[in-house]
């Protein structure tokens, strides 16, 4: 029988596992991207190689190089980036698994077939048959605190495929390769050598997924109604006391046999609570969509993304070549956008977007000297040269989804 890491050294399957990768990176406008290129270049020779190595069992993962991302509140987190061999190989473990072991229905993030849509859907039909009551509830710096024996364990009990758990550990406990260019202030955000999972790899996500599955089904048999998205959660509840003995069981099982920390529970209208129970009606954010009553609409924080991103491609400044790049990027943007939150209700945050698109397009026209002194180019003008607006893209997503 061909074992599960034969099949991946296959020359032709890792080709796919690049393809993959390459189309879930295209966006990518970091040091990454050019990476990519630079191993894109020569990319039969690369993949041979690991093929080989593979096919040996003599690949091992490189050291990754560990990123300081700045968070909301001012602090940092650390992002471990991985060599692209490593994120090819990991990708076609991530293929050759994927659908292997069926999800809980309670589970929608990094599953082929759902999605966040998915999700607030089932929110939204939960509220409607008389689940008023809302857990909402945070993991403390979930990936750096997994277990890994008991990951293992877990992988070992679900998956067939043993000649790739190598791989896994492999991947799951990389060196940091650039400790030495470090401050003491920055390694001390590093988690502990001998716990936790990497973010950044293709198998993320997956293991994630594993992790909690033990959570997931024990949340169904209680009778309680979860709804998670890899490491976010909440539980949907008929009154105060279900929420309640909800928050008591997730401690139990999160806390108490994943080995996890949950933030604890606080008032609901305490300030930066990260675990709470509240009744639905009185709002809250999750998975970027911002729930009031009823209604459903994009959260201010992605709202504010975005308009971030618009300016960032219009301040750029150059030559009139700038503008084909500009353009097609600020196309991307709001389609890729307004697909995301196409399920929304609100016409008003599309409107108060095509008002800043506007702004920004006229004034990287008027940098690049395309716009005469004070003239503005109106949203019906920037459409006939090729701006795509909110509200119109919108429409047509709406349009084409009936």
């Not at 202030?185 to 594993?210: C, F, T, W, Y």
């Not at 977007?353 to 397009?361: A, G, M, P, Y």
Request: glycine share 6%.
């Amino acid at each position: 029988m061909i074992s599960a890491v034969d099949t991946i050294a296959r020359p032709d399957f890792l080709k796919k596992a690049w393809d993959a990768l390459r189309k879930e990176n295209k966006q990518s406008k970091d040091i990454l991207e050019e990476s990519m290129s630079s191993f894109e270049s020569n990319l039969d020779t690369h993949l041979k190689n690991i093929s080989s190595q593979l096919a040996r069992r003599a690949y091992r993962f490189a050291p990754v190089k560990a990123v300081f991302i700045p968070k909301p509140d001012g602090s940092k987190r650390a992002l471990k980036v991985f060599a692209i061999r490593d994120r090819v190989v990991a990708k076609a473990v991530q293929l050759v698994l994927k659908g292997k072991v069926p999800d809980p229905a309670c589970s929608f993030g990094s599953i082929e077939g759902r999605s966040v849509k998915g999700a607030i859907s089932r929110i939204s039909a939960l509220y409607n048959s008389g689940h008023t009551w809302v857990l909402e509830a945070d993991l403390s710096k979930f990936f750096d605190n997994i277990d890994r024996s008991i990951l293992f364990r877990q992988y070992l009990r679900h998956y067939r495929c043993r000649s790739l758990l190598g791989l896994i550990e492999d991947s799951s406990t990389p060196m940091v390769g650039n400790l030495d260019r470090m401050s003491t202030k920055d390694r001390e955000l590093l988690p502990p050598a001998h716990v936790g999972i990497p973010q950044g790899s293709a198998l993320s996500p997956m293991l994630a997924n594993l992790y909690l599955r033990e959570f997931d089904l024990e949340m169904e048999k209680s009778g309680f109604k979860l709804i998670r998205y890899v490491d976010d959660f909440i539980v949907m509840c008929k009154s105060k006391a279900e929420a309640e003995a909800a928050y008591g069981r997730c401690v139990d099982i999160l806390e108490g046999r994943l080995h996890l920390k949950l933030h604890p529970l606080s008032p609901p209208l305490a300030e930066k609570a990260k675990t709470r129970i509240f009744k639905y009606i009185q709002g809250f954010v999750f998975l970027g969509v911002r729930f009031e009553g009823g209604r459903i609409y994009p959260a201010r924080k992605s709202v504010a993304t975005v308009k971030e991103a618009i300016g960032e491609i219009c301040r750029q400044r150059g030559s009139r070549k700038t503008l084909a790049v500009a353009l097609n990027a600020l196309d991307q943007t709001v389609c890729g956008w307004c697909q995301a939150y196409a399920f929304c209700h609100s016409r008003d945050e599309y409107q108060l977007l095509d008002k800043h698109l506007q702004i920004e397009v006229n004034g990287l026209f008027r940098a690049l000297q395309l716009l005469d002194g004070g003239r503005t180019l109106s949203l019906g003008q920037l459409r006939r040269v090729g701006v795509r607006t909110f509200s119109s893209t919108r429409d047509k997503v709406a349009a084409h989804r009936r």
